[in-house]
């Protein structure tokens, strides 16, 4: 009985929900008889970026040890609190 309420109360707010909006109505004339955009190969596009550098794992290491340290100094403080 207690799960058949539960679902009931779960489920309310779907059925209450007012209908999904038309979006259909929202384009516009101009937009429904506009052709597809062409498709073009992702490589050339690719090729002109930036490559990201690798990360240096010495920064990664020097933000860890002090992410380490800041953790190790709350817990330190959360101990001394008087329960």
């Given at each position: 009985?207690?799960?058949?309420?539960?679902?009931?109360?779960?489920?309310?707010?779907?059925?209450?929900?007012?209908?999904?909006?038309?979006?259909?109505?929202?384009?516009?004339a101009e937009s429904r008889s506009?052709?597809?955009?062409?498709?073009?190969?992702?490589?050339?596009?690719?090729?002109?970026?930036?490559?990201?550098?690798?990360?240096?794992?010495?920064?990664?290491?020097?933000?860890?040890?002090?992410?380490?340290?800041?953790?190790?100094?709350?817990?330190?403080?959360?101990?001394?609190?008087?329960?």
């Open positions: 009985m207690l799960r058949t309420t539960a679902l009931f109360l779960c489920l309310l707010p779907l059925a209450c929900a007012p209908g999904t909006p038309d979006l259909g109505a929202r384009v516009s506009a052709d597809f955009p062409a498709l073009v190969p992702l490589g050339p596009l690719l090729a002109g970026i930036e490559q990201p550098r690798p990360r240096s794992a010495e920064a990664a290491g020097t933000s860890l040890e002090q992410r380490a340290a800041d953790l190790r100094r709350r817990a330190d403080w959360l101990r001394r609190l008087p329960l």
